[in-house]
């Protein structure tokens, strides 16, 4: 009875942070712990652990869903906010709502080639201690479609959010980066090194061949909301999308999602070895 009672009120206190997003259906038990949401589609995910909770935030496909009158159709042009889950166990999970970014940025300005905030995909989030204020602070950066990369900043890992910029922090104008009607920048991944410098990686959709040639790695000011200097080309093999960045042991490791270069090939192995 307790646990029903205790799955009833956290599910309340779920419906009213949604910003009165409708959930689909679930089809997960008490008992099944993963995924972790069953009836709150989240795709694009990263995470930060903070004061011994990991936060996880991903792209809201299910603003998607249900814009698209719950058909299944995903063609990403409705995606304007940002869902946002939490965990001290891996195995029990509280979604906090979403992070309304077309609220947030509004007032972005507008320039040559966009028009100002469009969407919010594949967030990328990181944190720190500032010295100077003797606050946290938590920086989301998402790529507004494939133009470039904007950032948000809270001082609590659930917000609320602000826009300390009054436009995207990376477009096609940004030196080094990927130029309008080539490669995207998008898809960002942040990282804060030990000397508390801030990296930001991004890029994608180049050529599908070995070296496309379509990633960037870009150093941040002390701000963590704008960038230091120019973005340089990361050599990554059979890059396609999907970057993310993290510091560990000493080592800045670049992760992402390949193309399908040599997919004909890899292929035709496969029925061979296996006949199908």
């Known amino acids: 009875m ?3 009672l205790f799955m009833t009120a956290a599910l309340m206190v779920a419906s009213l ?3 009165a997003q409708t959930a689909a259906p679930d089809f997960k038990g008490a008992d099944n712990n993963n995924p972790i949401s069953a009836n709150v ?3 694009d995910p990263t995470a930060l652990e903070y004061n011994g909770r990991l936060y996880v935030y991903g792209s809201n496909d299910h603003q998607e869903f249900l814009a698209n009158g ?3 159709d995903n063609t990403y042009g409705n995606i304007k906010s940002i869902v946002v889950f939490s965990t001290d166990d891996m195995v029990n999970w509280t979604f906090h709502g979403t992070i309304d970014t077309k609220k947030i940025c509004a007032s972005w300005t507008n320039n040559p080639w966009y028009v100002g905030y469009g969407v919010s ?6 944190w720190r201690h500032n010295e100077n204020t003797n606050k946290d602070e938590f920086f989301l950066y998402f790529c507004n479609s494939s133009h470039g990369v904007g950032v948000l900043k809270a001082e609590s890992p659930i917000g609320p959010w602000t826009s300390p910029n009054n436009k995207l922090m990376v477009t096609y104008d940004t030196p080094g980066a990927n ?6 920048n998008f898809d960002p991944g942040v990282t804060i090194d030990d000397n508390g410098v801030g990296w930001l990686s991004f890029g994608g959709l180049g050529p599908g061949t070995l070296m496309p040639e379509a990633a960037r790695i870009v150093k941040l000011k002390p701000s963590m909301t704008a ?3 120019s973005a340089v080309k990361i050599h990554a093999p059979y890059h396609f999308e999907a970057n993310e960045l993290n510091y560990i042991g000493g080592k800045y490791v670049y992760t992402y999602c390949s193309n399908r270069h040599h997919c004909q090939c890899a292929r035709w192995w496969y029925h061979v070895l296996y006949g199908q």
């Open 179 to 184: 130029k309008q009607g080539t490669n995207a």
């Open 70 to 72: 719950k058909k299944g």
């Open 17 to 19: 942070q949604v910003n």
């Open 2 to 4: 307790y646990k029903n």
């Open 227 to 229: 960038v230091d200097g």
């Open 41 to 43: 589609f989240c795709a």
């Open 121 to 126: 995909w594949a967030p990328s989030v990181t």
